[in-house]
């Protein structure tokens, strides 16, 4: 596996350390107000997706850790959790596209919002489908956004890894140590 010819081994690894803790930090925020909004909400199956997704970003953490203390394999953690992370995001999407029940919704229309439907000429038939195509477009978004970028992101580890590997071999320069 070639590496770009322009990237040096240690510049590759500040790289690496710098991402790798903001994208970390930045799942376990997010998914940690997610899952505390969950909580709020009752929805069991939100609290466990945003647990999971809480792990993946303190996977990404740790793998930042092991490599500020010269451990080449916080490279494997930092592709292992994007890949986590990816399984959790495609599982749940797809699962939620599955499980859409708009059938149900229609049923419990109360009678103000069913005459306002007929006001509007549209049948409550109508609404499933839409709420439906609705489902699958955003759910397919953040299928599709989250395979470019964990995807995109494992990639460039990986990509990156041999890089990492030899920057750690060799004792820091002086630069590296003040950034």
Known sequence: MTTPSSSTPDKALQRVLKISRLNGWS???????CTLITVLLGDVTGIVVGLMVIVAGIMEVRGN??????????????????????????????SRIVSFG???????????????????????????????????????????????????????????KALVEQALVIPPSFESKNA
């Open 102 to 160: 708009g059938e149900r919704g229609v049923e419990s229309l109360s009678p103000d919002m069913r005459n306002v439907l007929k006001q509007l000429d549209i049948q409550p038939n109508e609404i499933v489908t839409l709420l439906r195509k609705i489902v699958w477009i955003f759910y397919g978004a953040v299928m599709g956004a989250t395979c470019i970028y964990q995807g995109g992101l494992a990639f460039y580890y990986g990509r990156r």
């Open 27 to 33: 799942v376990v925020s997010f998914a940690g107000f």
């Open 65 to 94: 850790r092991m490599l500020r203390r010269r451990d080449a394999n916080g490279m494997v953690w930092l592709i292992r959790a994007q890949l986590f992370l990816l399984g959790v995001i495609l599982i749940y999407g797809a």
